[in-house]
């Protein structure tokens, strides 16, 4: 079954500088990914979402990009400011989504 | 905006108690999802239901079970509640396939059963 991981590590860096998660899976290639949004106390909010065919997606400061030779999704979030703090999930599947365990990102002033 | 609202915020029960958690979308969306989340083990789906009175199980559906008796309101039961059902349950509602049309969240029912 396929499995997406994650950096479980938190990621600190300081404000103004360009934030990079990354989101590795293990078995099929997906269709597309999507990379959501959390807050602490509440629940997931959607961001972003790439297809296969697409190399790369922006919105405004972020932008997703999809390798599928490596398996991997890299998110960026450039001139990251503080209120980026959160944790950012992948989560890849058609009806029933699988998720990644996230990775808390600190922008620090 | 999509709006899903999960009835409480806090809850605390003791084991073997039944309970309830009870969600609802104001957009007319097919798709409703449960989900629990744990440290380290991430999202995992419980059970979803595509339309009224339909339900699929999801990666663990083991000890709990559905109802979907209107298009809006998706409830999820817990029949006996375990410790190990100490968690945060999220509910979530999207049109369609999520290819196209990504889940809307509720903010999640932290369930603590003593």
């Known amino acids: 079954s396929q499995k997406i991981e994650q950096n479980s590590e938190a990621l600190n860096i300081q404000e103004g500088k360009t934030a990079t998660l990354t989101c590795n899976y293990t078995?099929?290639?997906?269709?597309?990914l999507q990379w959501y949004r959390q807050d602490p106390g509440r629940g997931p909010v959607f961001l972003l979402l790439?297809?296969?065919?697409?190399k790369e997606k922006r919105k405004e400061r972020l932008k997703v990009t999809f390798d599928t030779t490596l398996k991997q999704s890299l998110f960026h979030i450039t001139a990251s400011q503080p209120a980026d703090s959160a944790t950012y999930l992948c989560?890849?599947?058609?009806?029933?989504?699988?998720f990644g365990t996230g990775t808390q990102l600190k922008v620090e002033l | 905006d999509v709006k899903v609202t999960q009835s409480s915020r806090y809850l605390v029960k003791r084991t073997g108690e039944k309970v309830f958690l009870e969600c609802v979308q104001d957009?007319?969306?097919?798709?409703m999802f449960w989900y629990r989340q744990d440290p380290g083990l991430g999202l995992r789906l419980i059970y979803f239901?595509?339309?009224?009175?339909?339900?699929e199980k999801g990666d663990i559906p083991e000890g709990y079970s559905v109802s979907r008796e209107k298009k809006e309101r998706f409830s999820l039961i817990l029949e006996s509640a375990s410790t190990n059902q100490t968690s945060m349950y999220l509910c979530?509602?999207?049109?369609?396939?999520?290819?196209?049309?990504?889940?809307?969240f509720g903010n999640g029912t932290r369930l603590t059963v003593t």
């Open positions: 979530a509602s999207t049109t369609g396939s999520s290819y196209n049309s990504p889940l809307h």
């Open positions: 078995n099929y290639s997906p269709a597309y």
């Open positions: 790439i297809r296969e065919n697409e």
């Open positions: 989560a890849e599947g058609g009806n029933k989504l699988t």
């Open positions: 957009m007319d969306h097919e798709n």
């Open positions: 239901s595509y339309d009224v009175k339909m339900k």
